[in-house]
């Protein structure tokens, strides 16, 4: 959702053409958000697949940077003034394309548009500088962690695919689901021995960048950062889901109900970088931030079918604030705790920690959801099949909800909306797990003097 420039072919390009980089990656981020908020709009199981879509192909890129070799290089994460509306207006547009004709679909669609328009950016802005003069591209590309990927992004796909499907599709006890879970431990087990042994890579070329966790700091850094994606996108997902079930809202309705978060997430994110580079401190805003995202998530819990608007979208404030305090702190401070040779593998760990916080998050939520929503409403409608009930919850139970009496219709809606509600125990986690974590962090200042932006 947010640009990342840190490395040497981004950084190269920062110092010599920022405009340019910023509307290019402003059309990014509008592709990302409408592809996100029109997946909601067609299935819960949709929105996991479209964000592990998103950020494994963002996360590939990233830890693929080679390193710069510019003494004026300065770490940078922001957020670009110009990109606020685009950020803002991503899920109003998605949810437009998920109520509109030509269906949720178009969400993906849109990508061949953006591209085409892009490519002329791409092709003629982007300065031609090569990294790495003399080197040739076939060595390049035997230097990446093939072997590495491969057993990540199958311990990952196995570990999802087993969340998703267990107790909904199949049974928490059956061998597909024993298996995916047995499948992924052993490739995890298998990535950690090929890491630490760097076999089939190297040292420097290896995705996990293994002496990190040797760094109390690095580690800490990499726990707060996974647990704040849970923060962020729980309630991304979550809170449109609610208003289509409990208000009947339309896809570009829900949408529309995810602004006060993301506008209070995102000022708040601008924020944090400009205090956190002028004053130097970094500790106090993980652990008010982390104290925020607990209170918000805990009444976000407590909300019922009967909460009015104004209620939730305070709750959801509170979030926004909290979550934007730390969301994008974290490639900031790790940047500069680290030597500046270790920079470019400190950024691909930290957004490693997004990725597996936000996919992982999000697997877990789904499931909670689908597999609680399917209990209380089976309790509730006894005679209806367990196939019934799943597509009714993946459809939004529209078309369940109109064939219910009045009084029937509250009570599914009670136990969806439960379910709803239990998904923020994640969040209520995740928080508390960041303010505790900082109080393990020195008091200290890394900023101000450092000319590090962190906005």
């Known amino acids: 959702m947010f640009s990342l420039y840190s490395t040497e072919k981004l950084q190269a390009f920062i110092n010599s053409s920022r405009d340019n980089l910023s509307?290019?990656?402003?059309?990014?981020?509008l592709d990302n958000n409408i592809t996100l908020?029109?997946?909601?709009?067609?299935?819960?199981k949709l929105q996991v697949e479209t964000h592990f879509r998103n950020y494994g192909t963002e996360t590939s890129?990233?830890?693929?940077?080679?390193v710069a070799d510019n003494e004026k290089q300065e770490p940078v994460v922001e957020v670009p003034p110009r990109d606020i509306p685009i950020i803002v207006l991503g899920p109003v547009i998605g949810g437009g394309f998920g109520e509109s004709k030509v269906g949720w679909r178009w969400a993906f669609y849109i990508n061949l548009f953006i591209g085409a328009v892009c490519a002329p950016a791409w092709l003629f802005l982007l300065p031609s500088k090569d990294p790495r003069p003399g080197v040739p591209y076939k060595q390049r590309a035997a230097e990446t962690d093939y072997v590495g990927t491969v057993l990540l992004m199958g311990g990952l796909t196995s570990f999802i695919?087993?969340?998703n499907w267990?107790?909904?599709t199949y049974p928490w006890d059956s061998g597909r689901i024993i298996g995916l879970f047995v499948t992924s431990g052993v490739l995890f087990i298998l990535l950690g021995i090929q890491q630490v042994w760097t076999i089939f890579t190297t040292v420097a070329r290896r995705i996990i960048p293994v002496q990190f966790f040797r760094s109390k700091i690095v580690l800490i850094l990499f726990s707060v950062t996974a647990a704040s994606g849970a923060s962020a996108f729980i309630p991304i997902y979550f809170v449109p889901l609610f208003f289509q079930f409990t208000r009947s809202d339309g896809a570009l309705q829900a949408g529309v109900r995810l602004l006060p978060l993301i506008v209070v997430m995102v000022v708040t994110i601008l924020a944090n970088g400009a205090l956190m580079?002028?004053?130097g401190y970094y500790m106090p805003w993980y652990l008010v931030g982390g104290l925020f995202t607990v209170a918000g998530s805990a009444l976000m819990?407590?909300?019922?079918?009967?909460t009015s608007e104004s209620r939730i979208y305070g709750y959801t404030v509170l979030v926004g604030i909290g979550v934007g305090m730390f969301l994008q702190a974290s490639f900031s401070v790790a940047q500069a705790v680290v030597k500046a040779e270790d920079i470019p593998p400190a950024v691909g760990f930290i957004t490693l920690a997004q990725f597996l916080g936000i996919t992982m998050a999000l697997a877990i939520g789904n499931s909670v959801f689908l597999n609680l929503s399917e209990e209380g409403i089976s309790k509730i409608l006894p005679n209806m099949s367990a196939s019934e009930i799943q597509g009714a919850i993946e459809g939004a139970a529209g078309g369940l909800l109109e064939r219910l009496t009045p009084e029937v219709k509250h009570q599914v809606l009670g136990a969806i909306t439960d379910a709803i509600g239990e998904t923020y125990v994640l969040v209520i986690a995740a928080g508390s797990l960041i303010a505790l974590l900082s109080l393990l962090m020195k008091k200290e200042r890394l900023f101000a003097s450092s000319g590090v932006s962190a906005a």
């Not at 908020?37 to 819960?44: E, F």
């Not at 819990?301 to 009967?306: A, F, G, L």
């Open 301 to 306: 819990y407590t909300v019922d079918q009967d």
């Open 61 to 66: 890129i990233g830890s693929d940077a080679p």
């Open 161 to 163: 695919l087993a969340i």
């Open 166 to 168: 267990a107790g909904v």
């Open 37 to 44: 908020t029109s997946a909601m709009s067609a299935s819960p």
């Open 277 to 279: 580079a002028k004053l």
């Open 23 to 29: 509307s290019i990656t402003s059309a990014i981020q």
